[in-house]
């Protein structure tokens, strides 16, 4: 058994196991948050789907065969794309509720859920590129027509890095703006989950520039099906995984939030009236162990 086929066996098994972990975390998180942890299973399954196909394909050397495998590993960036807007997103989100009043809080939530809007955007607009251009490439025989699907995958990919690079720098930006606001929400451990998430998007960059390298690079090492098992083992294998782990991280850190917090209205136009209202109307203080809420 040679080393690639090992290494996707092996990381099959990972994915695997780590897709129930992820499901617990989204329901202990919450209907709210969920499609972080929805894009986070959906992302372990096309690993899983790629590595089956690695294994499969091993001995292949049909070009188009090698593009379709090669569009699944491009493809399987978005899910991953998503996953730091979304896990970005739910802490930024706390940190607002927790800081705002009621009315600036539901403004700037609002223009958030536009931004979450823009990155789903690039993140999926790229893999339908990628996807749709390795399709065409592989049921064409003719070589000009073959040369614009490629251009379609090559603008796939630039789409998905530019959306890990503004992800990154969104997630960056939610870090330091729970620094700087720490002691407000810090029974929420939101620094611990905006580092994590930070840090694991700088894998996620380093991952869709990879991809970038070996869409428009001819040579073929550096190909994840045809390439040199070293730059496998690290930008396919390890870069993802190290994202993925860091985010996940986060995740297990803020397991409980739901149980930690009850929003509760201290504020509102009028000023000064306290009292309990439903999840939109109200900011975010800590319970008495006694009567913390259970989800």
Same mark, same amino acid.
């Not at 919450?30 to 789907?49: Q, W």
């Not at 996807?131 to 027509?145: F, L």
């Not at 996940?248 to 917090?261: C, D, L, M, P, Q």
């Given at each position: 058994?040679? @080393? ?59 070009? @188009? ?26 802490? %930024? ?12 809080? !539901? ?8 931004? !979450? &809007? &823009?990155? %789903? ?8 590129? =990628? ?34 690079? $503004?992800? +990154?720098?969104?997630? $960056? ?45 001819? @040579?073929?090492?550096? @190909? ?12 396919? =294998?390890? +870069? ?29 136009? !009028? ?20 009567? !913390?809420?259970?989800?």
């Amino acid at each position: 058994m040679s @080393n690639t086929v090992t290494l996707d066996a092996i990381e099959i098994v990972v994915y695997v196991l780590l897709i129930p972990l992820i499901v617990i975390l989204g329901v202990r998180h919450g209907s709210t948050h969920s499609l972080g942890y929805i894009y986070l299973c959906v992302f372990a399954v096309l690993r899983i789907v790629a590595d089956g196909l690695g294994i499969a394909d091993r001995n292949s050397t049909n070009p @188009n065969t090698i593009i379709a495998t090669s569009a699944i590993h491009s493809a399987g960036l978005s899910p991953l794309l998503l996953v730091l807007a979304g896990f970005a997103h739910e802490a %930024h989100h706390y940190l607002v509720k927790a800081t705002r009043s009621h009315n600036e809080a !539901q403004a700037l939530l609002t223009r958030l859920r536009a931004l !979450q &809007g &823009g990155f %789903h955007a690039l993140s999926a607009g790229g893999m339908g590129l =990628v996807v749709y251009g390795a399709i065409k490439s592989e049921n064409s025989n003719d070589r000009d027509d073959a040369e614009t699907w490629e251009d379609m995958r090559k603008a796939g990919t630039i789409l998905m890095l530019l959306g890990a690079i $503004a992800e +990154v720098i969104y997630a $960056a930006y939610v870090w330091l703006s729970v620094i700087r606001t720490k002691e407000s929400v810090s029974y929420l451990h939101l620094t611990s989950m905006s580092f994590c998430t930070c840090v694991g998007g700088l894998f996620v960059g380093i991952r869709a520039f990879y991809s970038v390298v070996y869409t428009f690079d001819t @040579n073929s090492d550096l @190909n994840p099906v045809t390439g040199d098992f070293g730059y496998k083992l690290v930008f396919i =294998v390890l +870069v993802p995984f190290l994202a993925v782990a860091w985010m996940i991280s986060g995740a297990w850190v803020t397991r409980n939030i739901r149980k930690e917090v009850l929003y509760k209205s201290i504020r509102t136009d !009028q000023g000064g009236k306290r009292g309990i209202d439903d999840d939109t109307d109200m900011l975010m203080m800590p319970l008495p162990p006694a009567t !913390q809420w259970r989800p």
